[in-house]
């Protein structure tokens, strides 16, 4: 095992574990689609824990990714990788959520700003491209609506970035729900270039089910009455192809370095996409203020929300 492949492991295993014990409080306080909405966040921290150590042990690998114009591209790898961890730790232990989690917005804005926008020219025409571009601001997406939801109630700052995230985040889904059932043999989740591996039967009907779970998804996403069944309902499809599907892929290629850090980014990655999707309907949750016990939203939030 290499040194990137071991802190990734270890990184988003602690984070994970850490963040379900702290979350108890807040799970007792929600009920129905809310008792795994609000774990969202709790993926969400194991992922960028993952995603930090990356930065840390990686750096050398990472750093042809910063822009020329930038400079310094060691010094910006790091300087994400403890800005990851940070915003990983404040997730885990409740504290300063609402400007964590907007900086984690801006922090995937960045990312379309200065390293997929440019390459946009180039990939126009290559309709595979499009699910790479689109897949930070859906990141962001869900990260803003968790920062509006924790603002106080009927702030007008909250409900517009609760609005903004999730009505953009809902056309994402709908589009990657037309990306699955366009190229139904391509990985599903995100819909990236990688195939369904040759062992996995009956790959175009894992597309077309998630497909369907991510249009149900995002079209639910736009109705007051439907957007805690929504997120809940598609972040769970996405959780259950994180476990069913990537676990099984990385598991099988975890003996070969390079594979296995490929298969550690599919697994976190559909992990970060599974709590952004949760994120979604995060606004109305039982929500823990910063100084720890559990509090009521959901009456203030949504009487203005869509």
Known sequence: MTPEVGAMCAAGIAALVAGAILARPR???ADGPGKLIVLGPVFEASALAAFAAEHFTAARDLAPIVPHWLGFPMFWVYFFGVSLLA?????????????????????????VLTVTLPLLPRHLHDPLFWPEFVREIGFACGALVLSGSLWPPGHAAGRVLVR?????????????????????????GVPLERMMPAWVPAPALWAWLVGIALLLGGIGLLFRPT???????AGLVLLLLTVCLYLPILILEFHTA????EGLNYVFDTMLFASTVLLAGFAGEAVGV???????VEEEMTSSLP
Do not use: C, D, K
């Open 258 to 261: 390079p594979l296995a850090v």
């Open 164 to 188: 903004i995230g999730r009505t953009v985040l809902a056309a994402i889904l709908i589009f990657y729900a037309v990306e699955h059932f366009l190229f139904p043999h391509y990985a599903p």
């Open 87 to 111: 915003a990983a730790l404040s997730l885990v232990l409740w504290r300063s959520v609402r400007w964590s989690s907007a900086l984690v917005a801006l922090f995937f804005l960045l990312v």
């Open 27 to 29: 799970l007792a306080a």
């Open 227 to 233: 957007i805690r069944l929504a997120a809940a309902g």
């Open 290 to 296: 910063e100084s720890g016990g559990p509090r009521l």
